[in-house]
């Protein structure tokens, strides 16, 4: 069974400065990546997405993608406390069977400090 | 923005007890989930279903049941409710676009006790 792994599991940083966060799955089928970000006490809700390799940047945040080593990473530049959250990686395998599900990472709980 | 109700929001049964969990989307999507959610665990899939009447098993489904019975309402039953499924329940939907973005309920926290 595909497993998707997050690190750090918690991570702390400053007010103003750069939080980067890590997701590997294990399934070389693997075609297409989520982030999702969960503030606590809600629901989780859809950062950004990534299936090429490379980079995409959405205001603050970046995502980059090496599909040879299947792995993502997150980065947040000038953090804010309100970025503080629980941050859920995603992964859809490209066959038939799993085609329908993603499959989520443990998750890595940021913490921007002022 | 896309909704997804779940009902109730918080549940308390004894161990043995039968539960049931709604979910309804007024997004007219054809893909619904159910989802456990807990510490260290990140989001486990329990099962879902892309239409109604049908039902694909998820990746941890053991002691769980679901039935989707029309494209808006996803059930969730527990028939015979253990410790071990204390848990944060969500459910979720999406639809057919490429950006296979999930839109999740409120969430629905059971204590088996």
């Known amino acids: 069974q595909q497993k998707v792994q997050q690190s750090p599991e918690s991570l702390i940083v400053p007010e103003g400065g750069m939080a980067s966060l890590n997701c590997t799955s294990s399934?070389?089928?693997?075609?297409y990546f989520w982030w999702y970000r969960q503030h606590s006490g809600k629901s989780p809700k859809m950062l950004m997405?990534?299936?090429?390799?490379g980079e995409k940047e959405e205001g603050r945040f970046t995502v980059h993608l090496n599909k040879a080593s299947l792995h993502t990473s997150l980065h947040i530049r000038d953090s804010q406390p309100s970025d503080s959250a629980l941050y859920l990686c995603?992964?859809?395998?490209?066959?038939?069977?799993?085609?329908?599900?993603?499959?989520f990472g443990q998750g890595t709980s940021l913490s921007v400090v002022p | 923005e896309a909704a997804v109700t779940q009902s109730p929001r918080n549940k308390v049964t004894v161990t043995g007890g039968n539960v049931t969990l709604s979910c309804r989307q007024t997004?007219?999507?054809?893909?619904m989930y159910w989802y456990r959610q807990d510490t260290g665990h990140g989001l486990r899939l329990i099962h879902y279903s892309y239409g109604a009447g049908n039902l694909q098993i998820g990746d941890v489904p053991d002691g769980y049941k679901a039935t989707r019975t029309t494209q808006e309402d996803f059930f969730l039953l527990l028939e015979l409710a253990s410790p071990s499924q204390t848990s944060l329940y969500f459910c979720?939907?999406?639809?057919?676009?490429?950006?296979?973005?999930?839109?999740f309920g409120p969430g629905t926290r059971l204590t088996v006790l």
């Open positions: 997004n007219s999507h054809n893909y």
């Open positions: 995603a992964a859809r395998a490209a066959s038939s069977s799993s085609f329908s599900k993603l499959v």
């Open positions: 997405s990534i299936f090429s390799n």
């Open positions: 979720a939907s999406r639809g057919q676009g490429a950006s296979y973005e999930q839109y």
């Open positions: 399934d070389r089928n693997v075609d």
